[in-house]
């Protein structure tokens, strides 16, 4: 076999366990080899491969798009958590899945991700990346965090909180909107920056240009510390007189799609929302590239 597949999946749930399974039938029969990615994968460690597959839910995929990022590799999600608005596909669907994607019957979806750099006053940095969100949280749950806000350069509020979330449009639907933000439509290409129970009279949600420079200090008068979380999955150290920087990052995310359904749509099965009685005529799909027509992208390595 001359193909290979990254299979990444929720290795501690039965469900998981069978419906990989069956993406391996279906991988072997289309001549494609499966690489089932460990727990504690490292991108460096992979061997090479064109495609990956991700059985679990959003979570799962989150940790799919650190060995993909940075690649051409197209991911495909296959939804066996609760909401999974990552996912493209749910569980019944997999062998189909499998299929269309083994035979270049898909589209791309390039999503945004963040660039995040953390400057602590005794001269260290660290930096990280986040598909979803990067989320600044008190250590201290019984203090506030005392932050000053700055986009662009140029100062704008400061406040006490809970934290601050800077999210992507993707994001859009995770941390920031359990935190009251937006929901952004993903082709959006901007930022977000939702205060988590502000004390303030201006502590609304933000949403700036792709071109945009967020920044949120935390102040030396702040009586706790900080913590970053990168997509929940990474953290990083924010001490008092800390400085957060987030920008747009270069390098995207890359999202197998097999149907072209809209976000609206997709919001709508997600979250089960009541839309009995609409009048309206669905507008027709915009076409879109034949699998004939798209190139069939090189091995890469992850």
Same mark, same amino acid.
């Given at each position: 076999?001359?193909?290979?597949?990254?299979?990444?999946?929720?290795?501690?749930?039965?469900e998981a366990v069978s419906a990989t399974h069956e993406a391996v039938r279906e991988l072997e029969r289309a001549?494609?080899?499966?690489?089932?990615?460990?727990?504690?994968?490292?991108?460096?460690?992979?061997?090479?491969?064109?495609?990956?597959?991700v059985l679990g839910g959003d979570g799962t995929i989150l940790r799919a798009a650190e060995l993909t990022r940075?690649?051409?590799?197209?991911?495909?999600?296959?939804?066996?958590?609760?909401?999974?608005?990552?996912?493209?596909?749910?569980?019944?669907?997999?062998?189909?899945?499998?299929?269309?994607l083994t035979a270049g019957e898909f589209d791309i979806e390039e999503r945004g991700t963040l660039d995040v750099?953390?400057?602590?006053?005794?001269?260290?940095?660290?930096?990280?990346?986040?598909?979803?969100? !990067?989320? %600044?949280?008190?250590? $201290?749950?019984? =203090?506030? /965090? @005392? +932050?000053?806000?700055?986009?662009?350069?140029?100062?704008?509020?400061?406040?006490?909180?809970?934290?601050?979330?800077?999210?992507?449009?993707?994001?859009?639907?995770?941390?920031?909107?359990?935190?009251?933000?937006?929901?952004?439509?993903?082709?959006?290409?901007?930022?977000?920056?939702?205060?988590?129970?502000?004390?303030?009279?201006?502590?609304?949600?933000?949403?700036?240009?792709?071109?945009?420079?967020?920044?949120?200090?935390?102040?030396?008068?702040?009586?706790? !510390?900080? %913590?970053?979380?990168? $997509?929940?999955? =990474?953290? /990083? @150290? +924010?001490?008092?007189?800390?400085?957060?920087?987030?920008?747009?990052?270069?390098?995207?995310?890359?999202?197998?799609?097999?149907?072209?359904?809209?976000?609206?749509?997709?919001?709508?099965?997600?979250?089960?929302?009541?839309?009995?009685?609409?009048?309206?005529?669905?507008?027709?799909?915009?076409?879109?590239?034949?699998?004939?027509?798209?190139?069939?992208?090189?091995?890469?390595?992850?």
């Amino acid at each position: 076999m001359s193909r290979r597949a990254l299979v990444v999946t929720h290795g501690g749930r039965e469900e998981a366990v069978s419906a990989t399974h069956e993406a391996v039938r279906e991988l072997e029969r289309a001549g494609v080899e499966a690489f089932l990615a460990a727990e504690d994968a490292d991108a460096a460690d992979l061997p090479t491969f064109e495609l990956a597959i991700v059985l679990g839910g959003d979570g799962t995929i989150l940790r799919a798009a650190e060995l993909t990022r940075g690649t051409a590799v197209p991911l495909l999600g296959v939804n066996l958590g609760h909401v999974g608005f990552l996912a493209e596909s749910e569980r019944e669907d997999v062998g189909e899945a499998v299929r269309r994607l083994t035979a270049g019957e898909f589209d791309i979806e390039e999503r945004g991700t963040l660039d995040v750099r953390v400057s602590r006053p005794d001269g260290s940095t660290g930096t990280g990346w986040a598909l979803n969100e !990067a989320a %600044l949280e008190k250590v $201290d749950r019984s =203090r506030m /965090l @005392e +932050v000053l806000l700055e986009v662009d350069g140029h100062p704008l509020s400061s406040f006490g909180c809970d934290g601050v979330v800077a999210a992507t449009a993707t994001g859009s639907t995770a941390h920031a909107f359990s935190a009251g933000g937006p929901v952004v439509w993903p082709d959006v290409d901007g930022m977000i920056l939702v205060p988590i129970s502000a004390h303030a009279l201006f502590a609304r949600p933000l949403v700036v240009g792709p071109r945009s420079r967020l920044a949120v200090e935390v102040l030396d008068r702040s009586p706790a !510390a900080g %913590l970053v979380t990168l $997509d929940g999955r =990474r953290r /990083l @150290e +924010v001490p008092t007189g800390s400085r957060l920087e987030v920008t747009r990052s270069d390098i995207p995310v890359r999202l197998a799609r097999l149907t072209p359904a809209p976000f609206t749509t997709r919001l709508v099965n997600k979250f089960g929302l009541p839309v009995d009685g609409w009048r309206g005529r669905p507008s027709a799909p915009r076409p879109s590239a034949r699998p004939s027509d798209r190139p069939t992208p090189p091995e890469v390595t992850a």
